[in-house]
């Protein structure tokens, strides 16, 4: 597992702004590389506000979005289509606008689908879909993700992993159904830090000064049970992408000085 490494942006605008080139970046690439990329879209303020940026980038031309696998971090359990779903929100803010193979998209179960107002079945279903995608050249039963994608809570949560809950402390599971989550809605289904983990890059994006103490815990030696934040890194880097006000808490010798 690879060691984190931080970056600090001015502002949020400007951190989504370089997110979103460096996602491009990084998708080219695998396309190059392997002919297809597998990124993990994770919901929240940020992970939406870089693929806002994305969409009006204008070397998402760059990028052949039919040869792109996307999957869920986790999952608000909601009816499909519901505003407050990650997916609804992923959709809105860039991939109903980009030629993507639907069959490519990965979209957790929602609660009205078939597997019923049941988070633990569709957690299973999920975990299913992830082990017929893994190949024998991949780390367990999930794809090697190129990119996988991480919003970090005020608490430290992330996916829907959250301190203490039992989520956080799944050693076999791929994914897991979530009952009782501080932030509404209380269920959700999450990837598990094992599958977090089976990532090359995981890219932890954290914004504002409500982010500022969730940050410097993580990047403190917490423990992954109390912050969730801390266990997650990827098999060749992790990245915490910040920007000022979400690294204000941070001590100076963990980042190089002003990047732009
Ligand atoms: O509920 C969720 O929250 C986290 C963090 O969201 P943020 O708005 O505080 O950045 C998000 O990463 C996760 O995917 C989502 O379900």
Redesign the pocket.
Known sequence: MSAPEVVVHRDKELMAKAAAARLITKIVDAQAARGSAAIVL???????GLLAALAEAPARDAVDWSRLDLW?????FLPAGDPER?DTQARAALLDSVPLDPARVHPMPAADGPYGNDPDAAAEAYAAELAAAAGPEDHGPVPSFDVLL?????DT????LFPELPGVRETERTVVGVHG?P?PPPT?I?LTLPAIRAARQVWL????E??ANAAAIALSGAGEVQAPAAGARGRSRTLWLLDEPAAAQLPRSLYPPASA
């Open positions: 994770t919901g929240g303020r940020n992970g939406n869920w971090g986790d999952e608000r990650n991480l919003g970090v809570g005020p949560h992330v996916a829907s989550a932030k959700r999450s994006l954290a914004a504002g409500d982010k």
